[in-house]
């Protein structure tokens, strides 16, 4: 048994760290694709070594400017405190988040049974569902495949999304069900279903409130909250709200969408973005100017992110996507805790993503590395 726990020990710890070396790559070419963007950045002598200081004191050793450029090249505000997503991604996320649970936890399929039952939070309906090939109907009733293929036949405007292995707007879509076949996409729904093949989920259609329509009607636009826990209280990092172009049917950053940032009072900033930093001071296709635009149900989004997180055992990090329906309530669109990402709250907000509790995570990091 004794040599079985060692070698259990012993594959964890090299599949940690290939995990570790994998998302180390991935960041460094991301990082090097915007290369253009970090070299707008100057920083001087003084702002150099106060990084450099700053994380040599709290995170033991000192630190590439990259990220802190690349931030700043956004906004144009200098900020030391801003949070590499090397860092971010390699060792803080890990440590907050167990892989081994976000991983199970993850699966848009728990959305209902985990946060259903929180006060003024509403959640979409699910018309049918599948789970390693298991069909289920809207009440999570067991169903043949059949009976899942009838209650979809003449079922009208629908999602139509993965459960689990799906990120950044992937394996989403908008269906139209008429007489068994989809006449959005031209697809039988026999074609459709094996498109998704097992694990996904087909849900009512979320409209956006008239305050977020008014910006852009034609894509679900949504509010990304990150809360964390520190020491028995949670947190939250800058609201960043992200809108969708270009006709497109979805928001997702990767797809060509732009992000901006909300106060925690509702108000939008002068500028949104696109990853690759087109600058926008009103939406391209509706003219819409975002300066000062005030967005009703942020308040309460905040304090409905944090019962959801008081909801979710063992991880100390969440990144949650709202919006607010037509009915003005506040709707929870996914939950995401694997891979999550602090780039876009900074770049949209010019803030730290952590803000003053930056040194107890870097301490975090720090205590971690010397096994303390």
């Not at 049918?128 to 979809?152: H, M, P, Q």
């Not at 003053?356 to 010397?370: A, D």
Request: proline fraction near 2%.
């Amino acid at each position: 048994m004794k040599l079985i726990k060692i070698i259990g020990t012993i594959i964890r710890k090299i599949y940690n760290f290939y995990l570790y070396y994998k998302t180390y790559r991935y960041e460094i070419k991301n990082i090097n694709k915007k290369q253009n963007l970090v070299k707008k950045v100057k920083l001087n002598q003084k702002q150099e070594q106060e990084i450099k200081n700053f994380y040599l004191d709290n995170y033991g050793k000192q630190i590439s400017t990259k990220w802190h450029r690349l931030y700043q090249s956004y906004t144009g505000i200098y900020n030391k405190d801003y949070f590499p997503e090397i860092i971010f991604s390699t060792e803080l996320e890990p440590l907050l988040c167990d892989r081994a649970i976000s991983k199970q936890l993850t699966d848009k399929s728990l959305v209902e049974l985990l946060y259903s039952n929180i006060d003024k939070l509403y959640i979409p309906k699910t018309i049918i569902l599948n789970c390693s090939g298991v069909w289920y109907d809207g009440n999570r009733n067991i169903i043949t495949r059949e009976k899942a293929f009838k209650i979809l036949e003449n079922t009208g405007r629908r999602v139509i999304k993965k459960t689990i292995d799906s990120s950044s707007g992937r394996d989403v879509m908008i269906i139209n069900i008429k007489d068994a076949y989809d006449i959005k996409n031209n697809l039988s729904l026999e074609e459709l279903i094996e498109k998704f093949n097992d694990n996904f989920i087909v849900q009512e259609v979320v409209e956006n409130s008239k305050e977020i329509s008014q910006i852009y009607p034609k894509s679900l636009n949504t509010f990304r909250v990150m809360t964390y826990i520190i020491e028995g209280k949670l947190y939250h990092m800058p609201i960043t709200m992200r809108i969708g172009k270009g006709d497109k049917e979805v928001d997702n950053i990767h797809a060509g969408g732009m992000f901006i940032n909300v106060s925690d009072k509702g108000v939008l900033n002068e500028k949104a973005f696109t990853e690759y930093q087109n600058v926008y001071t009103e939406h391209p296709d509706t003219k819409f100017v975002f300066k000062g635009h005030r967005i009703s149900g942020i308040k309460e989004m905040i304090e409905i992110a944090y019962k959801c997180h008081s909801k979710t055992p063992h991880l100390k990090l969440i990144s949650w996507d709202f919006t607010i329906n037509k009915k003005n309530q506040v709707t929870l669109i996914e939950v995401n805790l694997d891979g999550q990402s602090i780039w876009f709250p900074q770049m949209a907000s010019g803030k730290s993503a952590f803000g003053e509790n930056t040194k107890y995570m870097l301490n975090l990091l720090k205590q971690n590395k010397s096994g303390k």
